[in-house]
């Protein structure tokens, strides 16, 4: 059983494709952009939105910024809302806390729309902690986020700094939906738990070289308590 379990948030423990699809349609909207079909939109349901805006609608950095701050204008007040647990989900985050083990989200979302987001389907206290980017644009690559998360967690841990950089956490795993939570716990020597039901492309995530995969949360909880 693995002790410590860090897990992205849109597309591994909710599926927020409405809320994410409709900010980003009214983003474009306000940058002159017109995209009525919210499924073309699903591309940006877990990487940095800064990010996606420029790669899919090959946008300046300073024209980025600005449809990010359209997109979290209306996210603030509805978006956040538009958004649903996956089935069995907090049934799963129970059994793993009853087990005993040390569960943080680590998301690319900023962190006080993480934490609403828990708060408002009732799973904050499952999670010892819960680590997003900042509103400022800091901890922008979700290997950053990671690193963050196992820094607190260690911390909770009693481990000193210099005990964290030669050993980190043990039995430590990441669970995402995108390649991008395989790549960032990778980079810092974790396995990553990879889950098909959230947005990730056929194929994305063993390419990305995900060490599990998981087709529902049934599934997902059965390695989480069993494998190690």
Avoid at 119 to 145: M, N, R
Avoid at 198 to 213: F, M, T, V
């Amino acid at each position: 059983m693995f002790q410590y379990i860090l897990f992205d948030l849109d597309g591994t423990l909710t599926d927020p494709k409405p809320g994410i699809t409709g900010c980003v349609q009214y983003a474009l909207h306000a940058m002159g952009i017109e995209e009525p079909d919210l499924d073309k939109l699903e591309v940006f349901i877990g990487p940095p939105l800064v990010e996606s805006f420029m790669e899919f609608y090959g946008m300046e950095r300073r024209l980025a910024d600005r449809a990010v701050e359209k997109y979290r204008e209306r996210f603030a007040v509805t978006g956040i809302y538009e958004n649903e647990l996956y089935p069995g989900m907090k049934e799963m985050l129970a059994a793993l806390k009853e087990a005993g083990c040390r569960l943080a989200v680590a998301s690319s979302k900023p962190e006080p729309f993480v934490k609403r987001i828990l708060e408002h389907f009732d799973i904050a206290q499952y999670f010892d902690e819960a680590v997003g980017s900042g509103l400022d644009g800091s901890l922008a690559q979700k290997e950053d986020v990671v690193r963050e998360a196992l820094r607190r967690l260690g911390e909770k841990a009693g481990q000193t700094d210099d005990m964290r950089q030669k050993a980190g956490l043990p039995d430590a795993v990441m669970v995402g939906d995108r390649r991008f939570d395989v790549t960032g716990a990778r980079a810092l020597g974790l396995r990553c738990i990879g889950v098909s039901f959230g947005y990730a492309q056929p194929g994305e995530l063993e390419e990305a070289g995900a060490w599990r995969i998981a087709d529902d949360v049934e599934t997902l909880g059965r390695i989480l308590l069993e494998e190690s």
